[in-house]
């Protein structure tokens, strides 16, 4: 494990962690779904190896998205598709954020679409991210909460967008652009002149920005926002996390959906 200066596990280590504890769930002749991003590729790394030394077999992969193919092509993971396995054993990947109830954020990285339909197809969500992920609710961060939309009309609806939360204090919402690094960035009053993002799918983000997080039904609002004309998805995943595999400085810990259903 990495160790910064201060003595402590550094983040990308923390991230390690995490990922090699979801791959031991991993077993020989499973589908699985691949994750995107800096956390995700620890396991696409640790899966490779396992695979090389004989330790897994027949594994096959769906990538959520190019990235995710070409890394997971590089560490020798042979690659599938929804189309010839609709039902996928096992998914593990990321998350922007996480809050007490395992609702998640996701997407900033542009691959919400892909992600969420491959992990809604999953027998089992594993997520996992360190302890700078957890959140009172989404959105609390105030970093993104992206929605992938259609380039045609894109002005129409990031307006409908902006009239579904125009009487929730401090939101903001912005087309997101090449140059954005919506992981890191907060809202920025600053009109870039870069081109717009474009997904895997050929479509645009826009960034909605909550000062204090998202208050009220998330049900309800993931139904309002996808009743907007225009909109493909949102990056809120609402349900769908089987456990978060959480790594904290003094150790992993594991958090399952169905000990929160009951209550513990």
Request: glycine share 10%.
């Amino acid at each position: 494990m990495l160790t910064p200066q201060g003595g402590g596990p550094s983040q990308d280590g923390l991230k390690r962690v995490a990922a090699h504890r979801a791959v031991e769930l991993v077993r020989s002749g499973m589908v699985l779904g691949l994750g995107t991003g800096s956390t995700a590729v620890h396991a696409l790394d640790r899966i490779g190896a396992l695979l090389r030394t004989g330790h897994l077999r027949d594994v096959v992969g769906i990538p959520t998205s190019e990235w995710a193919a070409a890394c997971a092509a590089a560490a020798g993971i042979p690659l599938t598709d929804l189309n010839a396995h609709p039902v996928v054993d096992l998914s593990i990947d990321g998350a922007d954020e996480v809050d007490p109830a395992l609702n998640l954020v996701k997407g900033r990285g542009g691959s919400l679409l892909r992600e969420k339909m491959v992990e809604g197809a999953s027998r089992r969500f594993v997520v996992i991210v360190d302890e700078s992920k957890l959140v009172p609710r989404l959105g609390a961060s105030g970093l993104a909460v992206p929605v992938e939309v259609i380039p045609f009309g894109w002005a129409l609806t990031l307006r409908r967008l902006r009239t579904l939360f125009d009487r929730v204090p401090g939101f903001n919402i912005k087309l997101r652009t090449a140059a954005t690094n919506a992981k890191a960035s907060a809202f920025d009053e600053s009109e870039s002149k870069s081109e717009p993002f474009v997904t895997d799918n050929k479509n645009y983000i826009v960034d909605l920005f909550f000062e204090d997080g998202i208050h009220g039904d998330l049900n309800l609002i993931s139904d309002e926002i996808l009743r907007i004309t225009g909109v493909i998805e949102h990056g809120m995943f609402l349900g769908l996390a089987s456990s978060v595999i959480i790594a904290r400085k003094d150790g992993v810990v594991v958090v399952d959906k169905a000990a929160k259903v009951n209550g513990m």
